[in-house]
């Protein structure tokens, strides 16, 4: 092996971004809590900063100028709500980086840290480390983490990494990006007929998603769910509020050749209350290669993972399967918020010069 | 953000502490498992060493330099008593100075480290990392694994981070860091009124406190707690041995206003046998706002955390609160610690050529 | 202290290597599934790898070199079935090399990923990191990884770090390799009488030294075990086909002055279906001071660790005695397998000139 060539593939990849100077205008981000946060601008300069993260790191020497940018930093990735998705994306996310981390994986780690309050557990944690990534089944723990930080000296970001069945803001921001990058060589998501599929009104993804809408021209949105499960009242609300047009249906055969993406969501039987699951012929709402031949060529079909019978695998291989890359996609978006966070993006623009 | 104002910072931090060399005659630290190690000698360059540490860390420039310190080192964190908070400092401080970490939080990782004797455990560690940082349950497991050492051809330094009720030296150390840098404006440790609060029979961080303040001039010590967990006879029997006065009492007003420091402790209720805990009037042993206002204005409170009822956290905000600091202290007198073990201390000097 | 020394030392080691150059015909390795893949050539190419790196590693120097290597590289250290040895030998291999690592060490740490296919579960992981490095106790895992790989647009290597009963590799590497070096003065493996003792029926890694055997010439193979686990009949059946002589004996005492090296195993009573091994007296297939006078003075004792009674703590200060050894070649022998895998050689060497 001769490293020549990928020196050459570096020096061209450089030139892609070397002229590039880190926005300017935008306002400091500290704590990434709650969606409401994003706006078009934000979502727009995170997605750029996704792709040229992504960008840099295609070659070793990338790599390598990537792992000295927050070298210097520790993260503490605080779980009591096990994902190991989650947990794999940010902890990767930040080794990109050079971040160092420590971890708690579930709540039974410490019979200490179960005595004492949140705040003191988040104090303590913040003694060490220059960032907490925390992710509970409790609703408003970051938020109260976050509260805290504006009361002591020396305060540290707090991210959300998914709280309960509330909030889950990076994976907002991974959809978006996916979705905006897989539709780019036709716009991007303005102007586009978005399908949500499947437990709208369980899962927080498509909630999140429908709700970030708002941010992009002209889009449409066909929610496909059982009476059981459609889209709660809120978001409906949301979208009115902001003249974002919807359809509800419970059949994807009459709607499938509109779309120009198709999110697909499990159904959360494990919310269920008495079974509702069990009710429901589930066939309805699922993507298998049946369904691939109603739907657009130039389609995206999405899904949040991990899935059920919802998603067969023989769609894994049709080009417009796009999940597995958007997996991926959301270690590139954490990394990308973390250089966001600690203000490193005049540094990460410097390296390629 | 221009990085200018920061590389002066740095350039000024590093002109105090660039004429320094390490002590040249200290005995070499190998292993750390008692406080009787530490002389006041020990103790006094452990505290500059951490403080020079701190110093070096201020700027994203002396954290670099950290962590190439011993960047070629492997930890291995063995911790069959969980404890978060010892952990992450730990932790941390090994990733400040660049060394790689493996951990075992509980002892019920492996069903083949439970099947074989701890020396086996122990010297199947050393095979893979150069340090060994444990915390046990057990009394004198640290003393044992130092003493496996002594026998195999490839000796690593042990850590004794807390076995069981009996030893913590590490507290110990980063106590004494605190009180003696929170009272350094007033000359140290040395002349001072010392009160020690709570459960002193059974907290082992009081009994360390007091047992090292032999090694300070014209200590006088304050023990407050009820009378069923006054301050053990053996510890009373050493401060006579020295020569250092000591008094007890059962009521805190009366002496609160002597007091230059006090470290406040938990009353440790999960080693009741006969729940002798409720039986005591916990508010007389407890620092809140009502209390604050007897206590000298340049006193310390200080408190090994986690707390309970004993510190109110309205506490918190006074200048006078250390406990917090002390926290964050841990962190850095432990990786001085590191520093000392690895003999890394003229080339942490030289860092700052 | 001073470094002169030990840069001397480092230019001396580096004298050994500095001419080397990578192998150039070898086959490029990918997966590493089983002991099947390994021919005279590889375990000789292997086996100098592994000795080059721990030259490399006798300096800071050499260990600073070493830790730039795969910097760039991520690894998942995917364990569900716990094994402390193991994984602590392959993590440290990897933070030799510098590459980070993210783990799973229980089955039960997300309840997501109990929910999904496995090929779901190592592809997300896929997504995340470099390298997978799984232990299972199910049989062929790893083989499922390595097949599902094949199918995806990204794939990675696989390691099998140990699959159940069936298959460990890397044992079976670090094995050869402690046996090749262990003799090296008496020429290596070629010509030896090679005694394996215990639990040959059910103990994997006595089976793959076996196995591996053919790719030395003249080798006799001496097995010593009760009959109720002698070595299985495919093992011997592939000697035969191979023309490799071997005996069977139930009397350790007849044969142990003949052997080159002998290879203790454990007797696996975890695996007992009517409590076979409690009829056995296992004394007789023990080594203690009391068998020692009777092997050669140049023998080899040999033990994959964890040990129980057959090997007495007493053998570890015998020179013959080897298994500490052998389980630390197993972390130089898993970093020369990392850095073949991403094909790093060629690099390697080049930091020695």
Known sequence: MTKAPLIDEWEQRR??????TPPQNHHRLFHLLHPKQF??????????????IRTLAKTPEGQSHLQKLLAHKRAMLYFTQPSTRTFLSFNNACHILGIRTSEIRDSSTSSEVKGESLEDSIRTFSSYVDV?????????LAERAATLMEAIPRPIPIINAGSGKDQHPTQALLDIYTLE????HRGGIDGKVIGMMGDLSRGRT?????????????????????MAFTMGRDILDH?????????????????????????VTRIQAEHDIAGES????????????KELGALKEDAVIMHPLPRGP??????????????????????WMRAALLTRIFNAEAELYALAR
């Open 132 to 140: 907490i990534i925390m992710r509970n089944l409790e609703k408003g």
């Open 181 to 184: 990058r897989s539709l780019s």
């Open 15 to 20: 030139e892609e971004i070397r002229f590039k």
């Open 39 to 52: 706006d078009r601008t934000f979502l727009d300069q995170m997605c750029e900063l996704t792709t040229d």
């Open 310 to 331: 919802e998603l067969h695998p023989e769609v894994d291989i049709d080009p417009r399967a796009k999940y597995w890359r958007q997996e991926r996609n959301g270690m």
């Open 278 to 289: 069990q009710k429901i012929d589930l066939s309805r709402f699922t993507i298998s290669s």
């Open 239 to 263: 979208l009115e509020e902001h003249g974002i047009p919807y359809t509800a249906t419970t059949d994807l055969t009459e709607v499938i050749a509109d779309l120009d993406a198709i999110y």
């Open 206 to 226: 498509a909630r999140s998603l429908a709700y970030l809408m708002k941010n992009y021209r002209n889009v449409r949105i066909v929610f496909i769910a059982p």
